[in-house]
């Protein structure tokens, strides 16, 4: 089956502990993207990928990595934890074609306490 | 970074009332796109828009890319209680732009 799969569903940490979210897709898709979802301010690009080793900043990068060493997988790093990243997190993938469909995980619900 | 305007924020109808929502940019895109999100899941692609007048229909759902390209229109006609969640509108400039701008979602309420 097609799916984007993020791991953890759940995750409650502390203020400055490094954490990673995984994000892996099984359909060969070039381009994925890690969005963050707020009440009120609707899904913000955080970081994309067009392809391994290529990755760009989208609207709300401060205090996120990313990489993208394979095709399948991108996971995004919260180096230093900060409660206003408390948030609800969505990775996706797509193919290259113009017209390709954005495939989303299931989200990853953030606490940073 | 630059968010569409996306109104209205919150609807609570009845079971088979039509709804009407749009989203409104800055900015001209060159696709228009509308996904629906359920609770607890990520969104879904409803409906992909290309050129501007275009008018696309998905069962019950109808969409339209504006002529002025800053913006766009779904509706859904006859609602029934699995269309509960909340829709997003989101653009992309495409032409090599592969940055994709949602809109802050509109919540939609069925009221037994």
């Known amino acids: 089956e097609a799916q984007v799969t993020q791991n953890p569903r759940y995750l409650i940490t502390v203020t400055g502990k490094k954490l990673t979210v995984t994000c892996s897709q099984n359909?060969?898709?070039?381009?994925m993207s890690w969005y963050r979802q707020d009440p009120g301010l609707g899904l913000r690009q955080i970081y994309y990928?067009?392809?391994?080793?290529?990755?760009d900043k989208g609207d709300v990068p401060e205090g996120y990595k990313v990489s993208r060493k394979e095709k399948r997988n991108f996971p995004l790093i919260l180096e230093s934890p900060s409660p206003n990243q408390t948030s609800l997190y969505f990775c996706a993938s797509r193919g290259a074609g113009t017209n390709e469909k954005l495939f989303f995980g299931s989200g990853t619900q953030l606490s940073v306490l | 970074g630059q968010q569409l305007n996306q109104s209205p924020q919150s609807m609570f109808i009845q079971e088979g009332e039509d709804v009407s929502m749009n989203c409104t940019s800055s900015s001209i895109f060159n696709t228009w796109l509308w996904y629906k999100q359920d609770p607890g899941e990520g969104p879904v692609l409803l409906i992909a828009l290309y050129k501007a007048g275009e008018l696309t229909s998905n069962g019950r759902l109808t969409a339209q890319f504006g002529i002025t390209r800053k913006d766009s229109f779904l509706n859904i006609s006859a609602s029934i209680p699995s269309d509960v969640g909340i829709y997003f509108c989101a653009g992309r400039l495409g032409f090599g732009n592969e940055k994709l701008t949602f809109g802050t979602g509109t919540r939609l309420t069925i009221i037994p």
């Open positions: 990928s067009m392809n391994v080793e290529v990755t």
């Open positions: 359909m060969n898709h070039e381009y």
